[in-house]
């Protein structure tokens, strides 16, 4: 698990090393063990390494023996040891034991064919020299991030945002569009991100650039060619437990210790059960709950579990101050603007889990891959009445975050001028589905390529290396992706109860009575802390702040704090007013400040 970044330059010109390492030195939280720089013709490439396979041999950017390719790769190709045995039968001879040399290797053999090759989660930068192009590649599900921005005179690329911001001849600007779905979406999504001009490369894509700085796309993997399939209980419940055991035995290969992220619900239990069932031994865990709250937390579940399977388990009991003081490193960890409550206890169990582990395994995905969530089975009327009202996907994700109220008391002129509609993402999404698929396989996909990679996986990837700490995800192995998604609906929700077909499988595996409680999502009590005192001084503190006085009518924003104070809502508008003031800050205003860990979130209000 790494950093990279880079650029192409036009014909004529040269790498800089100094940009190169300005570039590198934004990603050192991504890897603390080593660093490299490389530059050839008109490519330069940079990686900040955090060392799990082949600790010793595993230095980057990596070049071939012939001097025509070059590598800087971040994340891990869990078959890299299958790919190595049928590589050495044509001739390929790796010279370390780093799973990344293997992307070098089977693309000198397969072209870009080996793209369909690979398992596991990943974004490089190959420079085939002998082609003279730079190819950006990313994994099927979008697990590692990867951007670019075209220039002038380059195309440039990273890992995060942040690595882009020192080369911009400019400085950054806010898009609208992107703006306006963070505060109703919760996340931009897409290829656009709220900085103009810096994209995504998308999941399961390439980016083929040439000498002359044409981009051309290769979509190697798209869950659009999953066919449904009919498939009996005794059947699916076979082949799922063949592909999780294969899952598990590679996402298992580490020349490091690792963890586990256990709460008390499904999917990181039946991660403890396959980690145990596999030898993982006495592995450490981590779980989170809240002290002086009266929200209901899950650590004598997640307990229970760990005392089962016989795990080296350590609770967090947080105060509300110790989690709200993460809210400014937080947000500069993830980099894009992204509202997902979650990610300030995820940050505090980084950085204890970072403090003993560089891996740990986390439950992320069950939910999409298995049809978890209430949201992909919703009563008939109420399906109706959504898609007549907010018509386009079918009554899914209709619902802004925003009240209308607060949206049009506290829109500036540009954000109100957006051309593009807030629920665009989803709209693209379903229109892309085959009619002939089920509603809820197309609510699954609809999530799978927008809320997954852009929400939930920005929180597991960037709190995760903000403390150099690589998160693993077997239920996002793309052969788990295509089988949850092929299933009939009736083997993945029964008696409006999710993950159908997965908890049946699980039940032996998991300790008496564990799948009996209710789901419970990754709670924070948010309510508990904005009010009162502390929501009249955020209140105070933006109506001063540059971001947003630029964007929202900073005169509104006393009567949204007299409504959060009399308990008529807006603690949500109010919140992702003050992630976008300290974000606005970060990015916008002063490009390259670094927030501690721990820090006075009204501080970085300004």
């Not at 078959?79 to 049928?86: D, Q, R, S, T």
Request: hydrophobic residues 40%; neutral net charge; contains cysteine.
């Amino acid at each position: 698990m790494c950093g990279i970044a880079g650029f192409i330059l036009s014909h004529g010109r040269r790498p800089e090393p100094d940009q190169l390492a300005r570039m590198a030195d934004q990603l050192a939280h991504r890897g603390p063990d080593d660093s490299g720089l490389y530059d050839s013709g008109p490519v330069g490439l940079a990686q900040t390494r955090l060392s799990i396979i082949g600790l010793a041999t595993g230095h980057q950017p990596m070049v071939s023996e012939d001097g025509q390719l070059a590598l800087a790769a971040n994340g891990e190709v869990y078959n890299y040891i299958e790919l190595n045995a049928e590589l050495r039968e044509q001739g390929r001879r790796p010279r370390t034991d780093s799973d990344s040399e293997t992307i070098l290797h089977a693309y000198a053999v397969h072209g870009l064919g080996f793209l369909d090759r690979l398992r596991g989660m990943y974004a490089f930068a190959l420079h085939d020299a002998q082609a003279g192009r730079l190819i950006l590649g990313r994994d099927r599900l979008g697990i590692k991030p990867l951007f670019y921005v075209r220039l002038p005179d380059r195309i440039a690329f990273a890992s995060e945002i942040k690595a882009l911001l020192p080369i911009l001849p400019e400085r950054p600007q806010v898009v609208a569009s992107a703006l306006r779905q963070f505060l109703q979406n919760q996340f931009a999504s897409g290829e656009e991100t709220p900085v103009a001009g810096i994209r995504r490369v998308l999941p399961g894509e390439a980016l083929l650039i040439d000498a002359d700085l044409n981009i051309q796309r290769h979509r190697y993997w798209s869950a659009l060619d999953v066919a449904p399939r009919a498939i009996g209980f005794e059947e699916a419940r076979a082949e799922l437990d063949g592909l999780m055991n294969a899952a598990m035995r590679e996402h298992m290969r580490s020349d490091v210790p690792f963890g586990l992220f256990l709460s008390g619900g499904v999917d990181s239990a039946v991660l403890a059960a396959m980690l145990h069932a596999h030898g993982a031994g006495r592995i450490k865990s981590y779980s989170v709950g809240y002290k002086g709250t009266a929200m209901a937390h899950e650590l004598d579940e997640a307990a229970r579990v760990a005392e089962h399977f016989g795990l080296d388990h350590q609770p967090l009991e947080l105060e509300l101050e110790q989690v709200f003081g993460r809210l400014p490193h937080s947000i500069w960890c993830a980099d894009e603007l992204m509202r997902d409550y979650a990610c300030l206890p995820t940050s505090i169990l980084a950085e204890t889990a970072g403090a003993d582990l560089k891996v740990v395994f986390s439950g992320e995905g069950g939910d999409e891959v298995f049809a978890g969530y209430g949201r992909y089975h919703p009563r008939p009327a109420e399906r109706w009445f959504k898609s007549v009202i907010h018509p386009g996907s079918g009554g899914f994700r209709t619902r802004g975050q925003w009240s209308g109220r607060w949206s049009r008391r506290l829109f500036g002129p540009a954000l109100r001028a957006a051309p593009e509609p807030d629920r665009a993402p989803f709209l693209r999404a379903w229109k892309e589905t085959p009619r002939s698929w089920s509603d809820m396989r197309r609510r699954q996909y609809t999530d799978l390529v927008t809320a997954l990679p852009d929400n939930l996986l920005v929180k597991t990837d960037r709190m995760l290396m903000g403390f150099g700490l690589e998160g693993r995800v077997p239920f996002l192995d793309h052969r788990l992706v295509e089988f949850g998604l092929s299933l009939p609906d009736s083997l993945k929700v029964r008696r409006h109860q999710g993950k159908w077909l997965l908890k049946r499988w699980a039940e032996p595996l998991l300790p008496p009575g564990h799948l009996d409680r209710p789901k419970r999502g990754f709670h924070v009590p948010v309510g508990d802390w904005l009010r009162g005192a502390v929501a009249d001084e955020v209140g105070r503190r933006l109506s001063n702040n540059r971001g947003i006085r630029d964007w929202f009518q900073a005169d509104a924003i006393p009567a949204l704090v007299a409504a959060r104070q009399a308990g008529r809502g807006g603690g949500r508008e109010l919140f992702g007013l003050m992630q976008f003031a300290i974000w606005h800050r970060l990015f916008i205003e002063s490009p390259g400040l670094k927030p501690a860990p721990d820090e006075d979130p009204l501080d970085w209000i300004g």
